[in-house]
């Protein structure tokens, strides 16, 4: 099986990098994989020079099945490229979520791209139900499948001694927030007034902000070292990063976002809250004190990467027409 991934972006950092864990993923069950990285989604002419390419690459690589990793103009251009070669679309949240935070004509517009390009799609893949629900049409092409967590990666460690590696008082209870690239939307602001609340209620709390730059290796060692996963946006898809937190065993607090809900159900010493600060304060201080940890990594398997990669397999084999 040889399949083309077509990612957004240069490839470089950790852009997408769940699309290239994804890769390695499938490549562990047999599958060829290639990426396409369309480095410009807003100049017409380099959008262009980049279909050229897109069309050379076809030609080369000659794949079975196309798998656009997102939404808005990546899916589009996979979809008027792709020619006779059956087409996957991922959708993963802002490219079919709108956010209160955002401003502008232009997300509206790329998620009007994105409703359009499945139109071209033989299967959609949502990496949670609601999105699913958001599209217009070709809901009954539509599979919902997160993108998976590497349990070997992301596996219960020595809490003490990755808090002495990092430099972390002992009393201190350390609460992760990712926000990313988008901070208006991961609301910073809701997460500083959780903590602020918190505090106020007694709790030593101090909160790493994770802002996109933290290298990929490094985060197994920070949620084994802290005490709570924070999670306030105002919306998501399916947030790999709370995967990652269940199957370290760190607890989370989190809003009603994407497929949270689905996954804390049920997990010890989690909460799920009203999007409010004083709510988040109150069930932060309830989940450190004193910190445990969760029991959370036993509700990852059905969501690990191996097993998502099989399914994945299952829908391009369905793609592809059996040879006479």
């Keep these: 099986m040889k399949v083309l991934f077509v990612v957004p972006g ?10 290239r864990r994804q890769a390695g993923s499938l490549a562990r069950q047999g599958v060829r994989v290639e990426t396409f990285y369309l480095g410009s989604r807003t100049s017409l002419g380099r959008i262009f020079r980049e279909f050229l390419r897109f069309r050379e690459t076809v030609r080369a690589f000659r794949p079975q099945v196309i798998h656009a990793q997102y939404g808005t103009v990546t899916a589009l251009f996979a979809a008027l ?163 990652e937190a269940l199957a370290t065993n760190l607890p989370v607090v989190s809003v009603d976002a994407g497929d949270v809900a689905e996954r804390l159900e049920g997990v010890s010493h989690s909460r799920l809250v009203e999007r409010d600060a004083r709510a988040l304060g109150r069930a932060l201080s309830e989940v450190l004190d004193p910190p445990r940890r969760s029991d959370g990594r036993g509700r990852t398997e059905e969501c690990s990467s191996d097993r998502m990669a099989l399914r994945l397999l299952e829908l391009y084999r369905e793609m592809v027409p059996e040879e006479p």
Excluded at 98 to 126: H, W, Y
């Design 10 to 19: 240069e490839g470089e950092g950790h852009s997408m990098i769940f699309a």
């Design 81 to 243: 490229g792709c020619g006779t070669i059956p087409l996957a679309i991922t959708y993963r949240g802002s490219d079919l979520n709108r956010a209160p935070s955002e401003r502008g004509v232009r997300p509206g517009i790329a998620r009007l791209l994105s409703q359009f390009a499945a139109l071209g799609a033989a299967r959609i893949v949502c990496v949670s139900r609601e999105l699913r629900n958001r599209l217009w049409w070709r809901r009954s092409r539509a599979t919902v499948l997160p993108s998976g967590v590497d349990l070997e990666t992301f596996r219960p460690d020595s809490y003490r001694r990755l808090r002495a590696e990092l430099g972390w008082e002992e009393g201190d209870r350390v609460v992760l927030f990712h926000a990313g690239k988008n901070v208006r939307n991961k609301r910073l602001d809701l997460a500083e007034g959780a903590v602020a609340e918190a505090r106020r209620l007694g709790i030593p709390v101090s909160m790493q902000v994770l802002d996109g730059g933290v290298p990929p290796e490094k985060m197994p060692a920070l949620m084994n070292a802290a005490d709570c996963l924070l999670l306030t946006s105002d919306s998501e898809g399916s947030p790999t990063v709370v995967q």
